[in-house]
């Protein structure tokens, strides 16, 4: 078990005390709908059993107690020697996103996974609606405007209680980065933003890495639009699928070390066990100069955009949708 951990590179994280462990390059995603807890918690051990130690969670998700649960019975069986060989990611929702509900929304997210921190903290979106029970798809009369100043003074305050380890942001163009730096003393470790063969993030990118900030991509393999409906492009696509035969590997395998190849880390939702076994085993092999010339002429579509988080009926009132797009050209 210990040498297929040990086969998952690190990556170094910015934080504003020095005290933030490095990140698995890989992480496990936890989203799912519905959600199932015991299935949640059973597919977490599997992925630590095949040598996943980043898994991220939300609050939106509702995966925060059987990731917890999952953590706690790995230890007490062995498959981790404590808590700290895991790398965690948990995320601030929309309807928390106000300075006085950061930090009472973490410390119930590290209740919910029996934790005393987080080693990453992140912004869930650009995004502030109105405090209450949460509502999905929102409405679009409860979206207000962002306090980037106020919420990121919090979100570093929780950072400097210890609470979390490492903060950062999700779905995040340069537009809002430019907002949360001007405010910020610890600037964002991180941004997690779709990010595929398919969706590159080329200009986003290369902002990220000229601000020292590294990114993360959620829907690695082309993720799920907000109805539920896959998106597929990825897994369709004839280029990855001829590089892979080629390789002798997966679509899947393929998608996600091009992106591990860009420098970015990927975090890849499965629950089987077979799949994720193969998800983890990326870092031994090369895509070759003519495959990323490929990959980079994909044609590009994003899947999921601010307006899929609302309803379409009834009127933003108080903010306009532009100041909360979270996808950029």
Request: proline share 6%; hydrophobic share 45%.
């Amino acid at each position: 078990m210990a040498s297929a951990a040990a086969a998952v590179p690190e990556v170094a994280l910015r934080s504003g005390s020095g005290n933030a462990r490095p990140m698995p390059a890989i992480g496990m995603g936890t989203a799912s709908s519905p959600l199932v807890p015991e299935t949640t918690r059973d597919a977490v051990l599997a992925a630590l059993e095949v040598g996943f130690r980043h898994f991220d969670t939300a609050s939106l998700y509702g995966s925060e107690r059987p990731l917890g649960e999952a953590v706690a019975e790995a230890v007490q069986r062995g498959l981790l020697a404590a808590r700290e060989e895991v790398f965690i990611t948990s995320k601030l929702w929309s309807m928390q996103c106000h300075p006085r509900l950061v930090l009472p929304s973490l410390l119930k997210s590290l209740r919910n996974m029996q934790l005393e921190y987080v080693d990453l903290y992140l912004i869930h979106m650009p995004i502030s609606l109105k405090p209450g029970p949460t509502v999905f798809p929102a409405k679009r009369e409860d979206a207000m405007p962002f306090d980037f100043e106020g919420v990121w003074r919090e979100m570093e305050e929780c950072h400097r209680l210890g609470l979390a380890k490492a903060i950062g942001v999700s779905n995040f163009t340069t537009k809002h980065l430019d907002k949360i730096l001007a405010a910020a003393t610890v600037p964002p470790a991180v941004n997690q933003v779709e990010l595929n063969p398919v969706w590159q993030q080329r200009k986003l990118r290369a902002c990220c890495a000229e601000k020292d900030i590294h990114v993360v991509a959620h829907s690695p393999l082309g993720g799920l639009k907000w109805s539920g409906s896959e998106g597929n492009a990825v897994l369709k696509s004839e280029v990855l699928a001829e590089i892979a035969k080629a390789r002798g590997k997966s679509i899947a395998q393929v998608a996600l070390r091009w992106i591990y190849e860009q420098g970015v880390s990927p975090i890849v939702k499965s629950f089987n066990k077979e799949r994720l076994k193969q998800n983890v085993e990326i870092f031994d092999w090369e895509l070759t100069k003519d495959d990323h010339i490929k990959i980079g002429q994909i044609p590009q579509k994003v899947v999921n955009t601010a307006n899929g988080m609302f309803s379409p009926e009834g009127e933003f009132t108080s903010v306009d949708l532009s100041d909360m797009e979270f996808f950029e050209e």
